[in-house]
């Protein structure tokens, strides 16, 4: 990570953060493709998901939604 921000490498990682863009899942923190340059995350990579792939990680982002609520900060 340290070398594709160092070199704007523009490459793709698995990284999670919160998530603004794509509108198939609640606003929430959680790991997609991403690419990672030198002003950080560039943009979230959207997985061709079946149905039952999508309604599986709506399900776990609205599980972490609720497990952050929990949490006293």
Not at 45 to 57: G, K, R
């Amino acid at each position: 990570m340290v070398r594709a921000i160092r070199d704007d490498e523009h490459t793709v990682l698995t990284l999670s953060s919160l998530n603004t863009t794509l509108s198939k899942f609640d606003r929430a923190c959680f790991s997609l493709p991403r690419v990672l340059g030198a002003s950080g995350i560039i943009t979230a990579i959207e997985p061709a998901l079946d149905e039952q792939e999508l309604i599986a990680l709506q399900k776990s982002v609205a599980t972490l939604r609720a497990a952050a609520k929990d949490l006293r900060l």
